[in-house]
T-cell receptor, first 113, second 112 residues
């Protein structure tokens, strides 16, 4: 089955720790995205990548980092510099720039204790 | 900066009703508009994608319209069912890189 796989589904972190969220897609999509969702708010873009070895900051990139070493993988690291990291994180992909439809994974819920 | 608003924030209807969800955006220079469904604790499922050159798209009981000049889109759900209960989000893309801006969603409850 083609799709986007995010892991872990739930993650607990102590303050001061970095954590990495995994996002893997087998749709052969060039473009990949990370969004953050907070209760009652729309999704906000953290980072996006249109091609391997290239990525761009979104609206709320501070405290986050990404890499795009392989076409199918776009991991997100939430660093200790992120002041309010507790949120629902969503990974998405699209065939490529300008090709429209966005597909999402099932999300990862991060809770900072 | 593009802003996307969805009204109402929540809606409760009896089963069988036809209903309309609204989405408005401030910048009419969009590339496309997409409607999504989100169940609690889950990711987003794409429902309909409307390119900027199109006026509407249909899938089963769903019909989405787009009026770029007025900055509005509507999602029409016919003969609603309890299984339609979810949050519906709209998103608009201005740039070719698919940088989509999302509304906060409308939480729909369809009562049996």
């Amino acid at each position: 089955d083609g799709g986007i796989t995010q892991s872990p589904k739930y993650l607990f972190r102590k303050e001061g720790q970095n954590v990495t969220l995994s996002c893997e897609q087998n749709l052969n999509h060039d473009a990949m995205y990370w969004y953050r969702q907070d209760p009652g708010q729309g999704l906000r873009l953290i980072y996006y990548s249109q091609i391997v070895n290239d990525f761009q900051k979104g609206d709320i990139a501070e405290g986050y980092s990404v890499s795009r070493e392989k076409k199918e993988s776009f991991p997100l690291t939430v660093t200790s510099a992120q002041k309010n990291p507790t949120a629902f994180y969503l990974c998405a992909s699209a065939l490529g720039p300008g090709t429209g439809e966005l597909f999402f994974g099932e999300g990862s819920r991060l809770t900072v204790l | 900066k593009q802003e996307v608003t969805q009204i109402p924030a929540a809606l409760s209807v009896p089963e069988g009703e036809n209903l309309v969800l609204n989405c408005s955006f401030t910048d009419s220079a969009i590339y496309n508009l997409q409607w999504f469904r989100q169940d609690p604790g889950k990711g987003l499922t794409s429902l309909l994608l409307i390119q900027s050159s199109q006026r509407e798209q249909t899938s089963g009981r769903l019909n989405a319209s787009l009026d770029k000049s007025s900055g509005r889109s509507t999602l029409y759900i016919a003969a609603s069912q309890p299984g339609d209960s979810a949050t519906y989000l709209c998103a608009v893309s201005k740039l070719v890189n698919n940088d989509m801006r999302f509304g906060a969603g409308t939480r729909l409850t369809v009562k049996p």
